[in-house]
């Protein structure tokens, strides 16, 4: 198969088992520069399997992964956050007892975590950076506040500036709006339209009413494979899309 290099991201005949269960069966996943991608599908498609393979959580037993024509499979995880892609998991993790500001000053790339942000100084333009980012999460007003203190909604908000302030080409975010209230959704797709204006982002969800304020191209999984993917409306007028989601 011949990879098209103007894919940021491209997976080719991936496959990953374990104990001879494949998670993933050959599958072939393609994301342009700039694009908002949404994967859904039922329980054990393979959808967050598909993200840790990207990120090298887990490794892959065959195929590959394409990032800006850099073969991440043979990558280490710091390696892969440092060739510019990042993610975020599905429970939010953010420092409790650390303020907003705090936050995201030690997701700043040169502070480098914890250990590094000791040596880490703090000038004008990180502190820029902090404030344009905390605006862009709608989290200006809390921004002395301590993280443990922030509604489910607005930690998972939080989460993604920790991502945002990397800057990475390529945001990854794993049921970005579960548990949150309906407003917090609506503000979580403006946010998530705005971010992909100047990078990829690929969005793994299960409320189809916030997969339709924001889906452009929905890929969908079922055992491992690509079943489907279109805009929202060819995939969910899809016979076999239909047949998976009322057959389970």
Known sequence: MTTNTSFLL??????????????????NFYVE????????????????????????????????????????????EHRIVWE?????????????GLSVYENL???????????????????PEVDRKIRDTAAEIFLTDFLDRPAGELSHGQKQWLEIGMLLIQDPELMML???????SVREREQTA?????????????????????????????TVMH?????????????QSDPRVIEVYLGH
Request: aromatic share 6%; glycine share 12%; proline share 3%.
């Open 190 to 218: 403006e946010l998530l339209n705005r971010i992909s204006k100047g990078r990829s982002v690929i969005v793994i969800e299960h409320d189809m009413n916030f997969v339709k304020e924001i889906a452009r191209k929905v």
């Open 33 to 76: 520069e700039k694009e908002l991608r949404v994967v859904i599908g039922p329980n054990g498609a393979g959808k967050t399997t598909l993200l840790d393979l990207i990120c090298g959580k887990t490794k892959a037993t065959e195929g590959s992964i394409k990032f800006k024509g850099t073969e991440l499979t043979k990558l280490a």
């Open 84 to 96: 510019g892609v990042g993610r975020k998991f599905q429970t939010p993790s953010v420092y409790e």
């Open 223 to 235: 055992q491992g494979k690509v079943l489907a993917e279109g805009d929202m409306e060819k995939v």
């Open 10 to 27: 491209a997976i080719e005949d991936l496959t990953v088992s374990f104990d001879g269960f494949k998670a993933i069966e050959g599958l």
């Open 174 to 180: 794993d049921e970005p709006v579960a548990g949150m």
């Open 105 to 123: 000053e030690v997701s700043y790339p040169s502070g480098k975590g914890v250990f590094g942000s000791l040596f880490f100084k703090n000038t």
